[in-house]
């Protein structure tokens, strides 16, 4: 039996500092994905919403609260929250609904508003709350997790501040077209390296904003594109939610520790690497069939980690990959066509949606000013806290 | 005014401090924090952890430092603020463990690999006191003199 499920329409907010409602922003990217999909809203039979934990009950029940703004429609509902994977993991849930034949129109929507500054975890003491705690008592912030990562890599693999910074200039060039990116200026190494140094070795630059901003996808069964007239639509084929393999033996936000190797032996791939693998895996697609990958770029840093985590190159090789220009548009396999998180800054219910607007678009041919040309497949990924993590494998 | 940990249970004091994770009674696996309830192990259907103390040594497995205050609960030591380093540290135990890098200590002394030890030092003071909190201190590598 095919997996197979049709991204019939797609779209997005754009992202920035708006400061406006969280629902406003879903509500239009969710009109803008069903005007793509040529889909009346009342034939939506399922609402999945990705929750937003900044912006109260609302934030809670996503699903609910988008479908009450489109106005009652009557359709069943549901609402997912992964940290970063949230995204995907309503999308998940949308696809296991309609493969069982019990839904066969869903529309999927996450949105953002965010405060300023680094994110930080909600008010009141709570001292059993690991992602509390890693402040009181170590002052770790998110950047200081990527910047753990980003100084590995420089004493074990030779990557220095340059690399980095040319990620950022790769991404920023490549955003410069996108018109949902909420950053849109052409940035150079010597801006990376002369902004602030926030978490040694990371500068400014290098780690990517808190956002606003609202992503949507109609995903239908193959049989209602084909009913629609839609011979080849882009086609979700796999998507990857799992979780850590025990055990965990890589450091992650917010933990004060890793898993002990001590009595069970680290699995064959770490989580991150798992994450890609598992969605390769369903989807029967290989590392070397991608055209293009969308990555969770937090820092500059992680994107070259992702080159490796999801099939790219061997580890050690991203920098490589990186100067040769294998990863930039018109090289190889490029990541980030969008501009990546460097140019949209992290809108957590909605990026991982926003991933896979980008890459459906691509593979349309819709990518206009950082088009991937002749793209077939395209794969997102990212990790986020508590053990999520997602991927989702696109072809047309 | 006294001085006590920050947070109970998770470190022992005086001259060889350490920190204090859970020993499972019936896989020999570790965990820190402290964990109860039920083994992380999939594996092992154990309910029973007794105490450890962890080595108090281990290697750097990455490093970094908070140029700027982090947002609140951190509560910040000094106006105006000063950046302090921490690390990731690999123990013999199997597992890495963060923590701050101790005072007069940056990442500049530090590199994947380096040697490291366990003390404790003055996170914040507050109405009751000094709070503490374990930390990480290079050890000096032979022939290399110790400076501080």
Redesign the interface.
Known sequence: MSHDVAVLGVGMHPWGKWGRPFVEYGVHAARVALADAGVDWAEVDLVVGGETVRNGYGGYVAGATFAQALGWNGARVATSYAACATGAQALDTARARILSGLSEVALVVGADTTPKGFLAPNAGERWDDPDWLRFRLLGMTNPAYFALYARRRMDLYGATAEDFARVKVKNAAAGLANPNARYRKAVSVEDVLSSAVVADPLHLLDICATSDGGAAIVLTSMEYARRRGLTGPVRVRGISTVTPTFPQTVIEMPNFATDSSGTVPAPERTFKESIAHAAYEEAGIAPEDVSLAEVYDLSTALELDWYEDIGLCKPGEAEQLLRNGDTALGGRVPVNPSGGLACFGEAVPAQALAQVCEVTWQLRGQAEGRQVEGARVGVTANQGLFGHGSSVLLSV | MSTVP??EGWFTTGDSPALVGSGCTM???????KIAGFC????CSSTEFEDLALSRHGTV????????Q??????PVSDPYEP?A?C?VELP????????VADGYG?ADL???TQVELVVET?YTDESGDRT?WRWRPVAELGEEADR
């Open positions: 920050v947070i896989c020999g696996t570790v965990f820190f924090p992380r192990n999939p594996a497995w990455s490093y970094t430092d908070a140029r700027y982090p947002p609140p609960p951190y509560i302090f921490l990731a135990e199997g597992l890495v463990v963060l923590g701050q990442v590199h994947v690999g996170l909190i």
